[in-house]
């Protein structure tokens, strides 16, 4: 059975390498990119099952990713999780349609949970 594969797009490298061993512990196939354009690259050319977004980055935040992702038919499908150190975003979340997030530091049973319903078939 293929791994699902998922792209963590975070400029903290500690919180990065730490969920992506946690994560490939669980099984995943797991990369990383340090900010919004090399995490839309990857996401172009890798096409993962999932994407775990950090909203604060340099250079491209994931705010400003996600409305990319949006507008490409070609990845627009790919759940993305999303994880930030502002809780109070919420409001911002729910108007553009980002229903599930977390905040930091992340409760590994509860990421896992989301992971595997984001992972789910759609009917």
Known sequence: MEKHKIIIVDDEPDFTLLLKKRLEANGYAVTSAANGDEGLKKIKTEKPDLVILDILMPQKDGYTMLQEMKLDGAINRIP?????????????????????????PVDDEDLALRIKMALQPKI
């Open 80 to 104: 993305v999780i999303v994880v930030t150190a502002k809780p109070f975003m919420k409001d911002l979340f729910a108007l553009e349609g980002i229903r599930d997030y977390l905040t930091k």
